[in-house]
Structures are given as structure tokens and as C-alpha cells.
DNA sequence: TAGCCTAGAGAACGAACGTTCTCAATGCAA
DNA sequence: TTGCATTGAGAACGTTCGTTCTCTAGGCTA
């Protein structure tokens, strides 16, 4: 682990934060300058566009996905604790009062009809949510027809969270997923 | 009704139409201009501003929604298969093949930071919903905590299917309101 | 026909954006 | 010290956008 950052990992956080916060159209070039301390020099040597760095951003973001949801797995100590520890993640993300729903979401909304790689990666992300509910339904021993089930309710409490501005979806989304764990074990 | 638009009806139709399908800051006064065929000195005697046409754009569209889903219902014999008509209208959506999601969470996502009454709209439109779904399911005499989960699965079914591209989640999402119906009647 | 009001078409304006360029300051090799 | 390559700060460029303004054509009244 390396305390000091990289210039690019320095620009892509706070890419990220701006991003997120704002919508990547509102943030200029200009104000990732401001907010790095980076000159408009050093970040086109880093990428060679904005539409770089905003890639670069959803492939960070997805990364810092992917280890949360496995940080919250790794806290459970059954397999069907396991499942329900995604939606305990999602709650982690409601509380901040900064939560503005999830980024791929917004990103494909903003810019996924214009920018065909942008959409490719909130794809790639979708994708590889669903394996990893698929895999954890496995290993709870649960049909695998649920699997997508819990996506939706995953996806749902994300966007419902963020408009509603209030983490209740994340509770709500858990006790979902309970009740169709146990509905199928009664089958 | 009137089979003949008014130019204010032209104007937000192509709008919707235009937001929807690129995005919002991607449609510029001037391509509403060249799709409406109205001039831009008619448009801004119409709308006050851009920002005005979005929000006129965000209000038809939840009238539509609400149109919809009612329309949807109204085929349905049964309160539990009012309930479920919900997920047959979004099928309905989902197999457009341009379906790019729920407009407003797109709004949301692109401009709820920046512009407040786009925020606000997208939440008039979420809570809405969560309160039409409460009815129905009141009325299918289920409990009441089972309308936030049919809503998630419902709002997760919508960026799914738009991310994803196929029309799959509605299914999905149908076959867990089932489950979960059944299983709060057995429990 | 004469005068006036409306409205359409699009030029114009000021601001903001992504990107590139200028230029001076710096660090380093010999 | 001299010369050169690198870099930072920000001015500059070309484009695009939302919005306003100009100018002209056309229709209505008398």
C-alpha cells in the first residue's frame, strides 16, 4: 500500500468526488485544476481528454464497488449472511448525506447516449454485479432465479435512496431479500 | 381532446423526446428549434427558459407514467393482479428498443445537483409511485410493508433494463412481487 | 393604398467549455 | 557559468450554448 498517491490517483479521486457530487458536465476542466492543484499541463499528460479521465473514474469507482461489497461479505459469518451483507454495504452508502445514487447510473444517464464507452462501463458494471450476486445465491445453496431478483432490489434501493434522501430503501431492500431467501427454502 | 397540439404540446413532446433519448445538456435550444420547426423567438415566448421546457418536459412525463400504469391496471380482474400490473407496464416500456430508463432518474442524475426544481421533480415523481403502490397494495389487502419493496424492485427493473438493454428485469421483477405476495399471505 | 402590428428567421452576444500554446522559471549536465 | 530540456501558470483559441436583438415580410384596419 502506497500512503503517497500518484498524480493520477490524486486526479481521479478528485475527478470522482466532483463528478459525483455535481454531474460530469458541471465540472469543467478548470475546476478539477482548482481542486487537484494540478496544472491543465500535467492533467492532459495524465489523460489525454476529459473523456479519459471520466473512464478512468467508473473504472475506479467500480473498483472501490467490488472491494465494498466484499469488505461487508467478509463480516458475515454464513453464506446467507453473505447475500443479505450487500444490502448492510448499501446502507454504509445511504448514511452519507452526500449520497447521490449510484454513479454508473448517473453517468449513463448523463452521457450514456453520447459517449458509447461511457454506457459500455456502467454496463460492465452491471455485469459484474449480477455474477456476484449470482455466485453468492450459489453458495447459499438458493435458485439461482433469485439471484436477479436481489439485483433488482439492490439497484432499486440505490436510485429510491438517493432521490428520496433517506437510507429507509436499504432496510426495506434487506427485508425483501430475507423473505425471498426464506420463501424459496420453503419451496 | 384535442387532436390538434398546441405549440407549447409540440414544443415539450419533441422535448421529451430529445432529452430522453441523449440527454438533456446534450440537445441544444437550437436542434428543439430545427425539431419543433418552431422559431427560437416563439419557444422563449413559450418557455421562460431551458430550464422552464425541462421542467414542463418532467411534468408531462409523470403524467404519462401515472397514465400508464393506471391503463395497466385498468386490465387487471383481480386487486393482487393490479398489484402486479405494475411489472407488465414496464415490460411494456422496457421492449422499446429505446428505452434508456426512468427519465427522471436521468434528471436526477444529470442536473438534481445543479438545478433544485429537477430534484424536487424527480422526488414529486418517487413518492408518487410509492403512493400508488401503497394503494394497491392495500387494497390486494397485503401488508403495508410490502409496498417499498414492490416500488425497489420496480425502480431497479427500470435501470437494469436500460443498462443492460434487455427487457428481462421486468420478468424478474414480476416473479419477486409474486413471491413476496405469497409469502406474506402464508405468513 | 397607407400605416401599424405581429411574428418568423437567423444573426449576434456574452459566457463557458475543452484543448492548446506561450513564456518564463527551474533543474541539471558538463 | 552556459546551454538545454522540462515544467508550471495561465493566456489564448475555436467552438458551442442559452438568450436576445435586428430586420424584414406579411396581414389587418381604415
Redesign the interface.
Known sequence: MNTVSSPREVATAAADRLYY???I??VSMDELRAETGLSLKKLYALFPSKEAIVLAVLHSRHEQWSAGLERAAATATTPRERVLSIYDYLLECFVSDDY???G???????????VPAV?EA??AQ??GFQGYVGKLVAAAGAPA?LA??L???????Q??A????TP??AR??R??AE??L???R?A
Chains 1, 2 share one sequence.
Open positions: 457530487s455535481r454531474g458536465q458541471a447521490r445514487g449510484c454508473f447510473v448517473n453517468a449513463f444517464g448523463e452521457l450514456g447516449a453520447t454506457a456502467a454496463r452491471k455485469v432465479e436477479p431478483m439485483v433488482l432490489l439492490a439497484e432499486g434501493a436510485t429510491t438517493a432521490i428520496c434522501g429507509d430503501a426495506s431492500a427485508a425483501a423473505a425471498l426464506d420463501g424459496a420453503a
